[in-house]
């Protein structure tokens, strides 16, 4: 899961920054971060993305880029 993917699935369930961070138990700093592209621990983006994965997010990767169902 990179940044944009991030964002596209929290706005796509309808949650703000805090939203996301109370969920994944991570600071509001930490999604903003992540949304910028920053890297993180990655525990803390396994985290990130197990709780969009129980949300019902389904993240893609391939050749021709990054996107989310």
Same mark, same amino acid.
């Given at each position: 899961?990179?940044?944009?993917?991030?964002? =596209?699935?929290?706005?796509? @369930?309808?949650?703000?920054? +805090?939203?996301?961070?109370? %969920?994944?138990?991570?600071?509001?700093?930490?999604?903003?971060?992540?949304?910028?592209?920053?890297? =993180?621990?990655?525990?803390? @983006?396994?985290?990130?993305? +197990?709780?969009?994965?129980? %949300?019902?997010?389904?993240?893609?990767?391939?050749?021709?880029?990054?996107?989310?169902?």
């Amino acid at each position: 899961m990179n940044g944009n993917q991030c964002r =596209l699935a929290r706005v796509g @369930l309808g949650w703000g920054v +805090r939203d996301l961070s109370v %969920a994944a138990k991570v600071s509001q700093q930490t999604i903003v971060r992540l949304e910028k592209g920053e890297t =993180l621990r990655p525990a803390t @983006l396994c985290r990130i993305k +197990r709780v969009f994965e129980e %949300a019902g997010i389904i993240f893609l990767s391939d050749d021709r880029g990054y996107g989310i169902l």
